[in-house]
């Protein structure tokens, strides 16, 4: 008998949605490689020690991303922020020159990432996000998503958009110079 998967919906995820989102909830040193795997290769999020040892951060990524520590509500409220990250980003690209839109949409990982670790968001409130705690994100996401813009227009990158967020020393290049900028609280 085959298995029925629920679609996905405001109550319902998948691991798959999940693992990106929680990538990015990353702080150690190897966070960059946690990040582009969120965006360029998310399979690399559920490998296992025992399946695959390449001396690579992202050995361990699936214990590390479902450690014991991680709590439904913690799991529940990255994942509806990280929804409401993806569509705003996507949406917003759409409005935005080619360039701009192109920054917007590969860059929409680390604008996740930047959001989780300057609003906390992910260990506060209740299960749900509140209305003001949406509002607060909304916010956050233009103010992140226009200083990006502006960081990656400042550098001479000679390459694309889309190269810049596959490569963890741009990435990591790219946060230092945001988190500079983003010194008010979001």
Same mark, same amino acid.
């Given at each position: 008998m085959a298995t029925m998967t629920p679609s =996905? &919906? +405001? #109550? *319902?995820f998948s691991v798959r949605e999940a693992a990106p989102a929680l990538a990015c909830c990353e702080t150690a040193s190897s966070w960059p490689a946690f990040v582009v795997a969120a965006k360029k +290769?998310?399979?690399r999020l559920f490998r296992r020690p025992d399946l695959s040892a390449t001396g690579s951060p992202l050995d361990e990524a699936y214990e590390r991303l479902f450690s014991d520590a991680l709590t439904a509500r913690e799991l529940w409220r990255v994942v509806q922020i990280s929804? $409401? *990250?993806q569509k705003t980003i996507i949406d917003r690209a759409k409005g935005e020159s080619q360039e701009d839109g192109e920054i917007l949409r590969h860059g929409k990982w680390l604008i996740l990432h930047i959001l =989780? =670790?300057?609003t906390q968001l992910r260990w506060s409130g209740d299960l749900a996000l509140t209305d003001d705690e949406k509002k607060r $994100? &909304? *916010? #956050?996401i233009d103010t992140i998503a226009n200083e990006l813009i502006n960081v990656i227009k400042a550098n001479t990158w000679n390459k694309q958009p889309r190269a810049i967020f596959e490569n963890q020393t741009d990435v990591q290049t790219v946060k230092n110079s945001m988190m500079a900028a983003l010194t008010q609280p979001l």
């Open positions: =996905l &919906s +405001d #109550a *319902v +290769d998310q399979k929804r $409401i *990250v =989780l =670790l300057k $994100i &909304s *916010v #956050a």
